[in-house]
Nanobody, 115 residues
Framework: QVYLVESGGGLVQAGGSLRLSCRTS????????MAWYRQAPGKQRDLVAT???????NYTDSVKGRFTISRDNARATVYLQMNSLKVEDAADYYC?????????WGRGTQVTVSS
């Protein structure tokens, strides 16, 4: 059974920081490409950042320089460090991976940013 469990969301003031975590099980984490997505109310789910098995990363333009995705293979966990948060970053954040030709998602963690 594959599980992805996000944590770390919450309420933060604009300009603040949060660190999201996504703990996984049931996959070979060290060879898995991991991604963070986000979905604001009434909007589509958008890709935020990815990290490959070799540690290479990619970010959507709106978060470059503010967010950092990282991974800890020993803990089978992927992180998203979010700094200089903006009101427009508020959303539900989801962890995602593909394993054996199937996509898996966590249930999400909510990030609220107050002005």
């Amino acid at each position: 059974q594959v599980y992805l469990v996000e944590s770390g969301g919450g309420l933060v003031q604009a300009g603040g920081s949060l660190r999201l975590s996504c703990r996984t099980s049931g996959i070979n984490f060290s060879i898995s490409r991991m991604a963070w997505y986000r979905q604001a109310p009434g909007k589509q789910r958008d890709l935020v950042a990815t990290i490959s098995r070799d540690g290479s990363t990619n970010y959507t333009d709106s978060v470059k320089g503010r967010f950092t995705i990282s991974r800890d293979n020993a803990r089978a966990t992927v992180y998203l460090q979010m700094n200089s948060l903006k009101v427009e970053d508020a959303a539900d954040y989801y962890c995602q991976t593909s394993w054996k030709s199937r996509n898996y998602w966590g249930r999400g963690t909510q990030v609220t940013v107050s002005s």
